[in-house]
């Protein structure tokens, strides 16, 4: 069974950065898909930045482009989502997701994730 524990959130003001943890446990992750989502109050769930696990292949919301970067460290089998020039509009529940198809997914498109961490908190005061 996989498991995924996401760390990191906090409070920040606008501007600053903070660097999001999703660490998997529960099986080899060779050939997968890695995703973050996140969830704002009254909001669906939107999302952020996806990795394919074998060749790095990132992915991002043009909400987040250019300000976020998704990461992975291979052997900790942890993905990282670095967040600057935080916005209060990314105020929001961040969640960890992970597909375990070994063929490319539709990275934007939750449902084909199976895997979900429990979220953290990232909140950007103006």
């Known amino acids: 069974q996989v498991q995924l524990v996401e760390s990191g959130g906090g409070l920040v003001q606008a501007g600053g950065s903070l660097r999001l943890s999703c660490a998997a446990s529960?099986?080899?992750?060779?050939?997968?898909?890695m995703g973050w989502f996140r969830q704002a109050p009254g909001k669906e769930r939107e999302f952020v930045a996806a990795?394919?696990?074998?060749?790095?292949?990132?992915y991002y919301a043009d909400s987040v482009k250019g300000r976020f970067t998704i990461s992975k460290d291979y052997a900790k089998n942890t993905v990282y989502l670095q967040m600057n020039s935080l916005k209060p509009e990314d105020t929001a529940v961040y969640y960890c997701a992970v597909s375990t198809s070994r063929y490319r997914i539709t990275y934007y498109d939750d449902t084909r994730y199976g895997y979900w961490g429990q979220g953290t908190q990232v909140t950007v005061s103006s």
């Open positions: 529960g099986r080899t992750f060779s050939r997968c898909t």
């Open positions: 990795i394919f696990w074998s060749d790095d292949t990132t």
